[in-house]
């Protein structure tokens, strides 16, 4: 008779304690990988970094270009196609559209400037008057906080994330240096604000009606330290609110600058009622290097953090890339240029306004004196009225003799005869 034969079960070959050992030991090898590689890991070298942004700023503009030029050609096939039947029509030997009264070509040659042979300006006057008016700005900025205010209103706006305290700036520098301007040319460009290359020629006579304009281009270098310190604290509110809490201090510098400005002028469309505006950009070619500083912690510190640094230097690149780096521009409005009344100083206006000041200067002290000496009339009336009452006080009540002093006391009583005196006996009390 056979017999049933339970099968032999498989021991596992580790244990739950060398599991439990194992699976703590992989977490621990890969928090120190997490911190060593990712944490304290050696960045790239500014050269390296700065040749890819500067090689994804441009194929990102070229990638711009190149949909501009096919949206433009898409634009002149189907104006093309819309202007074909009406030329069989007759135009009217009357009404001419009459010439721009401004144009590129009137401009270039009664300014005597050739956009193809000119040589390039060292704007070394145009950096004195930026000199001044930054080191007008930043004397400005030493006695007054309003760009304290507007520093910390804007780090704390309302986009603000929850797990960030509230920002506060412990540092700031605006630098000593000045920018330096050079090697300014004017080129012409095309309505989308592209150069003409080398296949495309540029006609002065027929570039306003082309939508051409002139586009001034300088280089500018800056070599400084502007720093913002700030400091905050990292909230961590699950599983709930305030569970932890990290000091974090950051300190960024701008240490050098350096590219091209584009300047050009947008005239004004009276039929749209728009003004003339004033549009500045940076080319895709620029440079700009950053110094960050970091501290985390409040017993245990960790300083100068190199994945953090690097992802403050590149959300200060994106920040700058989305606002004044081509295809992007910023546009300022102009005010009107012509004379104005309420504008004028100087001449006979500079001296009446000299003699106002001077006779609400003389109207001042006159006033001051006046309320000088009323003050001092009232303080001396207030005094001699504080004697009256004092005296009035020391005599409205005298001091009433006693009866026992009446008695006592020698002297002639009513009805007595002169030189007698009257003695009466008191009785002690018992």
Known sequence: MATDVCPVRSEPTLSFTQGLILGQLSVVLLIAAFIKFFIFGDPPSPEVTASLRATERRSRTLVHKKSLLSLRIATANARQAAQQPALNKKKSSILRPSPPTLTI?????????????HQPESLDWFNVL??????QFRSDAQHDDAILTSLTKALNGTSRPDFVDEIRVTELSLGEDFPIFSNCRVIPVDEDGLDFGPGKAFVADTATRDGARLQARMDVDLSDMITLAVET?????YPKRLSAVLPVALAVSVVRFSGTLSISFVPSNPSENTPTKMTFTFLDDYRLDFSIRSLMGSRSRLQDVPKIAQLVES????????????PRFQEIALPSMWPRKKNTRGGDDAIADAERSMSKAKGVEVAKDLREEARKEVAAEADARADRAQDA????????PRAEDAFSMSGSMPGSLPGMSIDIPTRGCQ
């Not at 006080?393 to 009433?400: A, K, S, V």
């Open 393 to 400: 006080l020391r005599y409205r009540h005298p001091r009433r």
């Open 233 to 237: 604290k990292l909230l961590l509110n």
């Open 315 to 326: 959300r200060l690149h994106q920040w700058f890339d989305d606002r004044c780096v081509e």
């Open 130 to 135: 930026v000199a001044q008016a930054v080191a």
């Open 105 to 117: 070509s009137s401009i270039l040659s009664k300014t005597y400037y050739k956009v193809d042979s």
